[in-house]
């Protein structure tokens, strides 16, 4: 269902597109018809002169709980490896030519953590909780987090986060460099999108050139993304990974 995925411009913030996680029943857990409205929206942004910069956010409580593990059991079940959604969504965000910003309140597990590595600015709420038990459920990481998140944070609180599958505090978040900013829970949205707005306001092709210098070379993070899905996919298949899987869903 595609309207698990809200996309707005919301008039009140000129410039700004919103792209919202709105499935709460399941704690905005992510399924394939999800990504693919995802990376579809990134892409069409890159063409709308109208939009200069997107905005990620959940529901109250919950930014991501990650991808929908039944996705996950079906593709370990059936012997396939990563769904092209996903990884097409990847592509799309880091190869957004626009700022992207991110609001997380509460959860932000998996995908829920690692899509912040390749945002521009993130704000948290004080309740917030970044984990990635990708090891735990007999996967490995993803998004390029191997790649990104070690020049980001550091040896230990990357593999803290992505190995050992230690969860993060709000606070420990910004201090790791994942968050810019931790407020109240009903400051996220608004300081979210008002964020996206003061960026979309910026001279455009000034704001292109200053990203691109300062985010690199997008090319490293992409085969990077395509080495860890190898692994991932042949994790996916594997029995060990079938075995974590059936166990979570019978807590």
């Given at each position: 269902?595609?309207?698990?995925i809200?996309v707005?411009q919301?008039?009140?913030?000129?410039?700004?597109?919103?792209?919202?996680?709105n499935?709460?029943?399941?704690k905005?857990?992510?399924?394939?018809?999800?990504?693919?409205?995802?990376?579809?929206?990134?892409?069409?942004?890159?063409?709308?002169?109208?939009?200069?910069a997107?905005a990620?956010?959940?529901?109250?409580?919950?930014f991501?709980?990650?991808?929908?593990?039944?996705?996950?059991?079906?593709?370990?079940?059936?012997?396939?490896?990563?769904e092209?959604?996903?990884?097409?969504?990847l592509?799309?965000?880091?190869?957004?030519?626009?700022?992207?910003?991110?609001?997380?309140?509460?959860?932000?597990?998996?995908?829920?953590?690692?899509?912040?590595?390749?945002?521009?600015l993130?704000?948290?709420?004080?309740?917030?909780q970044f984990?990635?038990?990708?090891?735990?459920l007999?996967?490995?990481?993803?998004?390029?987090?191997?790649?990104?998140?070690p020049?980001?944070?550091?040896?230990?609180?990357?593999?803290?986060?992505?190995?050992?599958g230690?969860?993060?505090?709000?606070?420990?978040?910004?201090?790791a460099?994942?968050?810019w900013?931790?407020?109240?829970?009903?400051?996220v949205?608004?300081?979210t999108l008002?964020l996206?707005?003061?960026?979309?306001?910026?001279?455009?092709?000034?704001?292109r050139?200053?990203?691109d210098?300062?985010?690199?070379?997008?090319?490293?993070i992409?085969a990077?993304?395509?080495?860890?899905?190898?692994?991932?996919?042949?994790?996916?298949?594997?029995?060990e990974?079938?075995?974590?899987?059936?166990a979570?869903?019978?807590?």
């Amino acid at each position: 269902m595609t309207d698990h995925i809200v996309v707005e411009q919301p008039s009140a913030y000129p410039g700004v597109q919103l792209i919202r996680f709105n499935r709460p029943e399941k704690k905005n857990a992510i399924t394939r018809a999800m990504y693919r409205k995802m990376a579809d929206t990134l892409n069409a942004a890159n063409a709308d002169p109208g939009i200069r910069a997107t905005a990620f956010l959940g529901t109250e409580g919950c930014f991501s709980a990650g991808n929908d593990l039944n996705d996950f059991l079906a593709a370990a079940m059936g012997g396939r490896g990563l769904e092209q959604e996903i990884l097409d969504f990847l592509y799309a965000l880091v190869n957004a030519e626009k700022p992207v910003v991110s609001g997380v309140d509460g959860l932000a597990i998996g995908i829920g953590t690692t899509i912040h590595l390749h945002c521009d600015l993130t704000i948290a709420s004080s309740r917030s909780q970044f984990r990635t038990p990708f090891v735990d459920l007999a996967l490995v990481p993803e998004a390029g987090s191997s790649l990104v998140a070690p020049r980001l944070m550091g040896h230990q609180r990357a593999f803290a986060m992505l190995a050992a599958g230690e969860g993060f505090s709000a606070e420990e978040a910004r201090e790791a460099g994942l968050v810019w900013k931790v407020v109240e829970s009903g400051e996220v949205d608004a300081l979210t999108l008002g964020l996206a707005a003061k960026l979309a306001a910026k001279p455009p092709e000034a704001m292109r050139i200053a990203r691109d210098l300062i985010r690199g070379d997008r090319g490293e993070i992409i085969a990077r993304i395509d080495e860890e899905a190898r692994y991932f996919s042949a994790r996916l298949k594997s029995a060990e990974a079938r075995a974590a899987f059936e166990a979570f869903m019978r807590r």
